[in-house]
Each structure stands twice: as structure tokens, then as C-alpha cells.
């Protein structure tokens, strides 16, 4: 058997980075789409047992370490477009629009093609502009409460201190401890042994609507394509990998429709931990380090089977404490965005009207900010293309 403690390592190493550092985000995400707490414990473990099972699928017939993760990108996404009209049903039947564009972009190579020809510059745009209002949580939870925002920082700063991966872990550490000594320190309401369980999957009823297509729909499907699987793909290329693509796209995309059933948003392409799981940590010998995606895949069900407990203990908190941890662990994904938003000086001025339509929120007809946004800057970048 190909498989060694240090494939087994990684994978359970790549399933918690991967769930400690953008847990807050989707948690965030599906809270403001109108779920309860019972319906975002039950999404938050959907998409992370389908992400884990589509990972498991993947590289067992491909043999290659294809590492699956929520579309973080989108969670902030949802977190800043609000609440559809519909509440959380309306919000379900644009997950599960999301999810068969993913799937239908696996099948059909000219959809695929058209995606690859957004301007680069305009989709780093669109997602720089999703992530700012994430990345200023700190701060603000700092100004909020100086003792409880500056531990979480601090837990950021020595982490990455100590490894760029546990950067994002360390700030969630920080955070449990401001909950239990700082928010809670009497131990009141904190979740205890007889609370942990297997959480209950809560089935919602999907509404279809245009304001959902147009508003989450596609931007969560813009983003998700733009955010994780163009450069995730990317990953496995610079590792020597094929990154099998149709399969890829369609396994993931199915796992995300049937997940959105149960309050999941969207699963994809990895990129961070895809780079751990491929490296040679791993293993040794290339041909064998898929075992360590497919670990993370089973750690991921674990994980998500008891999501009902965490998300328990994190709705604690007061709301800026969780985005803060949410934006800390996106300061990365942020910087490269708007690096790659503005490297191009032919392209800038589209990427920047697209960045601050996206970052100001503004919805029109029900329609979020991103797509305005995407637009605004697309109209801009043909303007002076044909000029």
C-alpha cells in the first residue's frame, strides 16, 4: 500500500488549514444569506463532506493530488451581498444554480474557454473588491474591543512568524481563547462533552428566482471560477500535474448542487492546500503523493460531520470577532488580487472601476454589487480596447 504517515499528515494538516482558516468566512457567508444557526451548521457540513468525498473520488481515479475546498472567495461574497428577498430558500436555489454552471462549465469546452477570456485584471478586481470589507474586520474588531481584536492579530502574527501556513490557524487559536476567557470567562453556554454530535442535515426547499440567478448565481460562480479553480488548476500545472479539468469541474460542480440541498454554497478547485498535499513533503515519490489529498478528502467529512459544535461555540462571539478571524485569513488572497488587478497599466483604470463598484456594496434591482461591478469595468475595458 502506497500510503505513509507522512502522506496521512499532510492530509489531516491540509484539512485543518483549510477548514481553520476560512471557517469564519463561510459561516459568515451563510448567516447573512438569511440561515439560522441549525441551517448553517447543516450547510457548513454539506459542502464540507462533499468537498471531501468529490476529493476522495478524484484522485482515486485520476491518481493525482487534486485537493477540494469551499469556495472562500464566494463565501465573502455572500457575506457582503446580503440577504435575498426570498430568505435562505431563494439563496439555496442560487447555490444550486452555481453548482450546475460548474459542472455544465466541465462538459462543454467552448464555456470553459469564455471564462478563460475574462480579462484577468477585471476578475482580480471583482475579487479584491469581495474581500475588502473582510479584510478591514480587524481593525475595526481592534477599535471595537482592543482586548479581544488585538489577541487575534497577534495570533496571526505569530503564527505566520512561524510558518505562512499556520498564520491563519494561529489567528483562530487567538480566537478561541478570546471566547472562553474573554467573552465567555465564566464558562457560561460554552459547549461541553455532552454537546458534541453528529450534525443534523437540514433540507431546504430551493427557490429559483431572477434576483438570485443575477445577484448570487453567477457572481458566486464568477468568483468561485476566477477565485480557486483558474489558479488551483494553476497549482497542480506548476507541480507537473494534469490537472484533469472536465472531470474535475463536473465531480466538483454535481458535489456542489447536491450539497446546496442542505445549505452548502460551492466547492473547487484547492490552491494552498493543493501545494501542500503535491509537495514533497507529501511523499517522495510524485507518483504517490495523491494519498495525501485523498486523507484530507476523509478528514474533511470527519471534520464536517461535527460542524454543529463549532459553529455553536463561534456564534459565541460578538459578529466582528468572527469576520476578523474571516479577514485575517484572506489578507493573502486580497494582496495577490489587487497586485494582479493593477500590474497591467493598460488594464488599470477597468480593474479599479470594477474594484470600487464591487467594494461599495451598491445593488440594484436586487442585484449585488459584484455583478455591477464586473459590468461596469467590462464596458470600460471594451471602451478603450476599441479605442
Request: aromatic share 10%; proline share 6%; hydrophobic share 55%.
Amino acid at each position: 500500500m502506497d500510503l505513509t504517515p507522512s502522506s496521512a499528515s499532510m492530509g489531516l494538516l491540509a484539512a485543518f488549514v483549510g477548514t481553520a482558516s476560512s471557517f469564519a468566512v463561510v459561516l459568515q457567508g451563510l448567516r447573512a444569506m438569511g440561515a439560522s444557526e441549525a441551517e448553517a451548521a447543516s450547510g457548513l457540513m454539506a459542502i464540507a463532506v462533499a468537498k471531501g468525498l468529490a476529493a476522495m473520488a478524484i484522485t482515486a481515479k485520476t491518481r493525482v493530488p487534486i485537493s477540494l475546498a469551499w469556495s472562500t472567495p464566494g463565501a465573502a461574497l455572500l457575506a457582503t451581498s446580503g440577504a435575498l428577498p426570498g430568505g435562505f430558500a431563494e439563496a439555496t436555489g442560487a447555490f444550486l444554480i452555481c453548482g450546475l454552471l460548474l459542472a455544465t462549465t466541465g462538459m462543454i469546452r467552448p464555456l470553459r474557454e469564455a471564462i478563460e477570456k475574462i480579462p484577468p485584471a477585471l476578475a482580480s478586481a471583482l475579487l479584491a473588491g469581495v474581500l475588502l470589507t473582510f479584510c478591514l474586520a480587524p481593525f475595526q474588531a481592534i477599535a471595537f474591543n482592543p482586548l479581544w481584536g488585538l489577541p487575534i492579530f497577534l495570533g496571526w502574527v505569530i503564527g505566520g512568524r512561524i510558518s505562512n501556513l499556520l498564520a491563519a490557524p494561529g489567528a483562530l487559536i487567538a480566537f478561541v481563547g478570546v471566547v472562553v476567557f474573554g467573552v465567555q470567562p465564566s464558562g457560561e453556554d460554552l459547549p461541553g462533552l455532552a454537546d458534541i454530535a453528529i450534525t443534523t442535515p437540514i433540507f431546504t426547499t430551493p427557490i429559483f428566482t431572477f434576483g438570485g440567478l443575477i445577484g448570487v448565481a453567477l457572481p458566486l460562480y464568477l468568483v468561485t471560477m476566477a477565485g480557486q479553480n483558474l489558479p488551483g488548476a494553476g497549482i497542480l500545472v506548476s507541480h507537473g500535474y494534469q490537472p484533469h479539468v472536465r472531470q474535475t469541474l463536473f465531480v466538483s460542480g454535481v458535489a456542489s448542487a447536491i450539497a446546496s440541498l442542505f445549505g452548502g454554497h460551492a466547492c473547487n478547485y484547492a490552491a494552498i492546500t493543493a501545494a501542500m498535499c503535491a509537495s514533497e513533503e507529501a511523499h517522495p515519490d510524485p507518483a504517490k503523493r495523491y494519498w495525501a489529498a485523498f486523507m484530507s478528502g476523509l478528514f474533511y467529512v470527519i471534520f464536517g460531520l461535527f460542524a454543529g459544535v463549532a459553529v455553536s461555540f463561534v456564534l459565541l462571539a460578538p459578529q466582528i470577532l468572527i469576520t476578523a478571524v474571516g479577514g485575517l485569513a484572506l489578507f493573502g488572497a486580497f494582496s495577490a488580487a489587487i497586485v494582479k488587478a493593477l500590474e497591467n497599466p493598460v488594464e488599470r483604470e477597468p480593474a479599479v472601476v470594477t474594484f470600487l463598484v464591487t467594494a461599495s456594496g451598491v445593488s440594484f434591482f436586487g442585484i449585488s454589487g459584484a455583478f455591477w461591478g464586473l459590468i461596469a469595468g467590462g464596458l470600460l475595458y471594451a471602451l478603450k480596447s476599441r479605442k
